[in-house]
Structure formats: structure tokens, C-alpha cells
């Protein structure tokens, strides 16, 4: 079986909400990319219901883009404990978990409305009717209020 580097962190020592800097990878032609394990609650005590989640993924997807060049991908993980984040090139820990907190607190803010979230009509999204941008902003204003820490063993919020 294939070693996947996820599987090896030892998710009863992490303290969440925090970004991880997963590693970074070269592929055949030197473009590099960049993996972050963006977790937003504690695994294995908490997980964010399906629909605030998808809300969450749909939001990012763009208040992201808004602030940084080269995002990939923004995924949630299985577990609805956090996302995974792919960015082209080289970044830091810091660099992106400001860019998430910014993120998040506009996402949290009351001019932040069903309009300002991307994709939500039935031809654009695989399960439009699973949405809820009010457990969105719940499980955002929870996140900031606990912190976004750039060290995912030890709490250093940004
Ligand atoms: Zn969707």
C-alpha cells in the first residue's frame, strides 16, 4: 500500500483550528506545487455538519481567489474537520493562514449574503438543496474566536 503522508500525522496530538504546511512537490517539467492541511475544528471531537461545510468550500472558493494568486484547490476533508488546500508554488504556513482568517472573517460578516456565495444554483453544484450559510458563519465566527494557529502541535495564532 501506498504511503499517504495524512495518514501518518497523529491527529490525537494536533490542536486545531490551525494551517499545516503538508510539503511541497516538484512535478516533471519544475513546477511546483504546494499541499496545507487547513484544519478548522478538533478531530475526533468535533466535525462541521454537511451543509455549513459545503457552504464553507463554496465561499472560499472564491474569497480565496480574492486574495491570493494560485490556489488549486480548496477541498474538505472526508472527516468534515478541515480542508485541503493546494496552491502553485512555494508558500508559508503564515502566509496562507492569514489569508484564511481574512477569509473567514468576511464569510462571518453580516454584508456577506447568499448573493456573495458562488455556485449555488442547481445546474452550477452536485447537491444545491445541502447548503446553510448560517452554520457557515457559525462554524467561522467559532474558528476566529478559538484562533488560527500556524503550528499545528502548538498554538501559535496569527
Ligand atoms: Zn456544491
Not at 495518514?7 to 503538508?22: G, N, S, W
Not at 517539467?29 to 492541511?37: E, Q, R
Not at 494568486?69 to 502553485?88: A, L
Not at 448573493?115 to 449555488?120: L, T
Request: aromatic share 8%; glycine share 8%; with cysteine.
Amino acid at each position: 500500500m501506498a504511503e499517504v503522508e495524512s495518514f501518518q500525522l497523529d491527529h490525537t496530538k494536533v490542536l486545531a483550528p490551525y494551517v499545516r504546511l503538508i510539503g511541497s512537490e516538484t512535478g516533471p517539467k519544475g513546477d511546483v506545487i504546494t499541499n496545507f492541511d487547513v484544519r478548522f475544528v478538533q478531530p475526533n471531537a468535533n466535525a462541521i455538519g454537511m451543509a455549513a461545510l459545503h457552504t464553507i468550500e463554496h465561499s472560499m472558493a472564491s474569497l480565496i481567489r480574492d486574495r491570493i494568486d494560485g490556489m488549486i484547490d480548496f477541498s474538505p476533508f472526508g472527516c468534515q474537520t478541515g480542508f485541503h488546500m493546494i496552491m502553485w508554488g512555494k508558500h508559508s504556513s503564515e502566509e496562507i493562514a492569514k489569508v484564511i482568517k481574512s477569509s473567514l472573517e468576511e464569510l462571518a460578516s453580516d454584508a456577506f449574503g447568499w448573493d456573495n456565495v458562488p455556485g449555488v444554483a442547481e445546474k452550477e453544484c452536485g447537491n444545491y438543496r445541502n447548503h446553510s450559510l448560517f452554520g457557515a458563519k457559525e462554524w467561522s465566527k467559532k474558528i476566529l474566536s478559538e484562533g488560527i494557529s500556524t503550528d499545528p502541535y502548538e498554538r501559535k495564532v496569527i
